[in-house]
T-cell receptor, first 112, second 114 residues
Framework: DAGVIQSPRHEVTEMGQEVTLRCKPI?????LFWYRQTMMRGLELLIY????????DSGMPEDRFSAKMPNASFSTLKIQPSEPRDSAVYFC??????????FGPGTRLTVT | GESVGLHLPTLSVQEGDNSIINCAYS??????FIWYKQESGKGPQFIID?????DKRQGQRVTVLLNKTVKHLSLQIAATQPGDSAVYFC?????????????FGKGTHLIIQP
Protein backbone atom coordinates (compact mmCIF):
# COMPACT_ATOMS: atom_id res chain seq x y z
CA ASP A 1 0.00 0.00 0.00
CA ALA A 2 1.48 3.33 -1.07
CA GLY A 3 -0.21 5.27 1.70
CA VAL A 4 -1.45 8.81 1.30
CA ILE A 5 0.42 10.61 -1.46
CA GLN A 6 0.94 14.36 -1.47
CA SER A 7 2.55 16.63 -4.02
CA PRO A 8 4.58 18.66 -4.19
CA ARG A 9 6.66 17.89 -1.09
CA HIS A 10 8.05 21.41 -1.05
CA GLU A 11 6.70 24.58 -2.58
CA VAL A 12 8.28 28.00 -2.53
CA THR A 13 6.28 30.82 -4.05
CA GLU A 14 5.98 34.58 -3.95
CA MET A 15 3.23 36.44 -2.21
CA GLY A 16 0.20 36.84 -4.43
CA GLN A 17 0.74 33.68 -6.44
CA GLU A 18 -1.71 30.81 -6.60
CA VAL A 19 -0.68 27.61 -4.87
CA THR A 20 -2.26 24.20 -5.45
CA LEU A 21 -1.54 21.27 -3.17
CA ARG A 22 -2.53 17.77 -4.21
CA CYS A 23 -3.49 14.62 -2.38
CA LYS A 24 -4.24 11.04 -3.31
CA PRO A 25 -5.89 9.17 -0.42
CA ILE A 26 -5.49 5.50 0.34
CA UNK A 27 -7.62 3.44 -2.00
CA UNK A 28 -10.90 2.44 -0.40
CA UNK A 29 -10.89 5.21 2.19
CA UNK A 30 -14.01 7.32 2.02
CA UNK A 31 -12.93 10.28 4.14
CA LEU A 32 -10.23 12.83 3.39
CA PHE A 33 -8.87 15.55 5.64
CA TRP A 34 -6.67 18.60 5.13
CA TYR A 35 -4.62 19.82 8.11
CA ARG A 36 -2.13 22.64 8.55
CA GLN A 37 0.79 22.57 10.99
CA THR A 38 2.66 25.63 12.20
CA MET A 39 4.88 26.34 15.16
CA MET A 40 2.44 28.95 16.38
CA ARG A 41 -0.79 26.96 16.21
CA GLY A 42 0.22 23.32 16.02
CA LEU A 43 -1.84 20.92 13.92
CA GLU A 44 -5.21 22.28 12.81
CA LEU A 45 -8.01 20.75 10.77
CA LEU A 46 -8.91 22.86 7.75
CA ILE A 47 -11.59 20.84 5.99
CA TYR A 48 -12.73 17.27 5.51
CA UNK A 49 -14.73 15.30 2.98
CA UNK A 50 -16.87 12.19 3.32
CA UNK A 51 -17.56 10.35 0.06
CA UNK A 52 -16.15 13.32 -1.89
CA UNK A 53 -18.57 15.77 -0.26
CA UNK A 54 -17.21 18.60 1.94
CA UNK A 55 -18.62 18.13 5.43
CA UNK A 56 -16.94 20.74 7.59
CA ASP A 57 -14.87 23.64 6.28
CA SER A 58 -15.05 25.75 9.42
CA GLY A 59 -11.30 25.46 9.81
CA MET A 60 -10.52 27.10 6.48
CA PRO A 61 -8.83 30.40 7.40
CA GLU A 62 -10.52 32.62 4.84
CA ASP A 63 -11.89 32.81 1.34
CA ARG A 64 -8.42 32.64 -0.14
CA PHE A 65 -8.47 28.94 0.72
CA SER A 66 -10.54 26.43 -1.23
CA ALA A 67 -10.57 22.65 -1.46
CA LYS A 68 -12.09 20.24 -3.92
CA MET A 69 -12.48 16.50 -4.22
CA PRO A 70 -13.64 15.72 -7.75
CA ASN A 71 -13.39 11.96 -7.23
CA ALA A 72 -12.54 9.39 -4.58
CA SER A 73 -8.86 9.31 -5.47
CA PHE A 74 -7.91 12.98 -5.69
CA SER A 75 -8.22 16.22 -3.77
CA THR A 76 -6.71 19.67 -4.06
CA LEU A 77 -6.20 22.53 -1.63
CA LYS A 78 -5.80 25.87 -3.33
CA ILE A 79 -4.62 29.18 -1.92
CA GLN A 80 -5.22 32.25 -4.06
CA PRO A 81 -3.64 34.70 -3.52
CA SER A 82 -1.01 33.30 -1.18
CA GLU A 83 0.44 35.33 1.71
CA PRO A 84 3.56 34.85 3.86
CA ARG A 85 1.42 33.86 6.85
CA ASP A 86 0.23 30.84 4.86
CA SER A 87 3.69 29.32 5.20
CA ALA A 88 3.24 25.98 6.96
CA VAL A 89 3.28 22.25 6.43
CA TYR A 90 0.00 21.06 4.95
CA PHE A 91 -1.02 17.47 5.60
CA CYS A 92 -3.61 15.35 3.91
CA UNK A 93 -5.05 12.34 5.74
CA UNK A 94 -7.58 9.68 4.81
CA UNK A 95 -9.63 7.19 6.76
CA UNK A 96 -12.22 4.50 6.41
CA UNK A 97 -15.42 4.49 8.44
CA UNK A 98 -13.53 3.06 11.40
CA UNK A 99 -11.99 6.45 12.03
CA UNK A 100 -8.24 5.84 12.17
CA UNK A 101 -6.62 8.53 10.04
CA UNK A 102 -3.51 7.95 7.97
CA PHE A 103 -1.41 10.98 7.17
CA GLY A 104 0.61 11.78 4.10
CA PRO A 105 4.18 13.12 4.25
CA GLY A 106 3.01 16.72 3.98
CA THR A 107 3.76 19.67 1.71
CA ARG A 108 6.05 22.31 3.13
CA LEU A 109 4.86 25.65 1.77
CA THR A 110 6.97 28.78 1.95
CA VAL A 111 5.49 32.05 0.76
CA THR A 112 8.01 34.87 0.43
CA GLY B 1 8.53 41.68 16.81
CA GLU B 2 9.74 38.36 18.09
CA SER B 3 7.50 35.45 17.19
CA VAL B 4 6.48 33.09 19.93
CA GLY B 5 5.97 29.51 18.95
CA LEU B 6 4.55 26.59 20.80
CA HIS B 7 6.68 25.57 23.75
CA LEU B 8 6.37 21.83 23.54
CA PRO B 9 6.76 19.97 26.80
CA THR B 10 9.84 17.80 26.65
CA LEU B 11 10.30 14.41 28.25
CA SER B 12 13.80 13.00 28.40
CA VAL B 13 14.29 9.34 29.31
CA GLN B 14 17.13 6.87 29.27
CA GLU B 15 17.14 4.21 26.61
CA GLY B 16 15.53 1.09 28.00
CA ASP B 17 13.43 2.93 30.57
CA ASN B 18 9.67 3.24 30.39
CA SER B 19 8.13 6.58 29.46
CA ILE B 20 4.73 8.07 30.17
CA ILE B 21 3.32 10.90 28.10
CA ASN B 22 0.25 12.69 29.39
CA CYS B 23 -2.53 14.57 27.69
CA ALA B 24 -5.52 16.47 29.01
CA TYR B 25 -8.51 16.82 26.73
CA SER B 26 -11.25 19.38 27.07
CA UNK B 27 -14.37 18.02 25.41
CA UNK B 28 -16.37 15.65 27.60
CA UNK B 29 -18.32 14.62 24.49
CA UNK B 30 -15.21 13.14 22.88
CA UNK B 31 -15.57 9.40 22.45
CA UNK B 32 -12.53 8.38 20.46
CA PHE B 33 -8.88 9.11 21.17
CA ILE B 34 -5.72 8.47 19.23
CA TRP B 35 -2.03 8.81 19.90
CA TYR B 36 0.16 9.84 17.00
CA LYS B 37 3.93 9.91 16.67
CA GLN B 38 5.58 12.49 14.45
CA GLU B 39 9.22 12.25 13.49
CA SER B 40 11.06 15.21 12.07
CA GLY B 41 10.03 15.92 8.48
CA LYS B 42 7.29 13.32 8.43
CA GLY B 43 3.54 13.20 8.86
CA PRO B 44 1.91 11.99 12.07
CA GLN B 45 1.90 8.21 12.36
CA PHE B 46 -0.86 6.29 14.13
CA ILE B 47 0.27 4.50 17.28
CA ILE B 48 -2.79 3.36 19.17
CA ASP B 49 -6.40 4.36 19.74
CA UNK B 50 -9.02 3.90 22.41
CA UNK B 51 -12.76 4.42 22.59
CA UNK B 52 -14.51 5.99 25.53
CA UNK B 53 -16.10 2.71 26.63
CA UNK B 54 -12.63 1.46 27.56
CA ASP B 55 -10.09 2.66 30.10
CA LYS B 56 -7.05 0.76 28.91
CA ARG B 57 -5.74 -0.65 25.68
CA GLN B 58 -2.43 -2.33 24.95
CA GLY B 59 -0.40 -2.61 21.83
CA GLN B 60 3.13 -3.64 21.10
CA ARG B 61 5.26 -1.88 23.77
CA VAL B 62 2.57 0.79 24.13
CA THR B 63 -0.38 1.16 26.47
CA VAL B 64 -3.00 3.89 26.44
CA LEU B 65 -4.93 4.75 29.58
CA LEU B 66 -8.10 6.82 29.58
CA ASN B 67 -9.55 8.51 32.64
CA LYS B 68 -12.83 10.09 31.61
CA THR B 69 -13.51 11.44 35.09
CA VAL B 70 -10.63 13.89 34.87
CA LYS B 71 -10.44 13.93 31.06
CA HIS B 72 -6.93 12.58 30.99
CA LEU B 73 -5.16 10.35 28.51
CA SER B 74 -1.72 8.81 28.82
CA LEU B 75 0.61 6.87 26.59
CA GLN B 76 3.06 4.46 28.14
CA ILE B 77 6.00 3.25 26.10
CA ALA B 78 7.89 0.29 27.50
CA ALA B 79 11.63 -0.19 27.09
CA THR B 80 12.16 2.96 25.04
CA GLN B 81 14.44 2.77 22.02
CA PRO B 82 16.26 5.51 20.09
CA GLY B 83 13.63 5.22 17.37
CA ASP B 84 10.99 6.35 19.84
CA SER B 85 12.39 9.88 19.78
CA ALA B 86 9.67 12.04 18.26
CA VAL B 87 6.84 14.41 19.07
CA TYR B 88 3.78 12.62 20.38
CA PHE B 89 0.29 14.03 19.93
CA CYS B 90 -2.97 12.99 21.46
CA UNK B 91 -6.07 13.60 19.36
CA UNK B 92 -9.76 13.43 20.17
CA UNK B 93 -12.95 13.09 18.21
CA UNK B 94 -16.45 13.81 19.35
CA UNK B 95 -19.34 11.44 18.90
CA UNK B 96 -20.78 11.51 15.44
CA UNK B 97 -20.74 8.03 14.11
CA UNK B 98 -18.74 8.70 10.99
CA UNK B 99 -15.22 9.82 10.35
CA UNK B 100 -14.77 13.37 11.58
CA UNK B 101 -11.84 15.69 11.90
CA UNK B 102 -9.56 15.23 14.87
CA UNK B 103 -8.65 17.86 17.42
CA PHE B 104 -4.97 17.59 18.24
CA GLY B 105 -3.17 18.48 21.44
CA LYS B 106 -0.01 20.53 21.39
CA GLY B 107 2.37 17.60 21.50
CA THR B 108 5.16 16.34 23.74
CA HIS B 109 8.73 15.98 22.55
CA LEU B 110 10.19 12.67 23.72
CA ILE B 111 13.97 12.49 23.78
CA ILE B 112 15.70 9.17 24.31
CA GLN B 113 19.15 9.45 25.84
CA PRO B 114 21.68 6.68 25.23
Amino acid sequence: DAGVIQSPRHEVTEMGQEVTLRCKPISGHNSLFWYRQTMMRGLELLIYFNNNVPIDDSGMPEDRFSAKMPNASFSTLKIQPSEPRDSAVYFCASSSRLGEQYFGPGTRLTVT
Amino acid sequence: GESVGLHLPTLSVQEGDNSIINCAYSNSASDYFIWYKQESGKGPQFIIDIRSNMDKRQGQRVTVLLNKTVKHLSLQIAATQPGDSAVYFCAEKTAGGGADGLTFGKGTHLIIQP
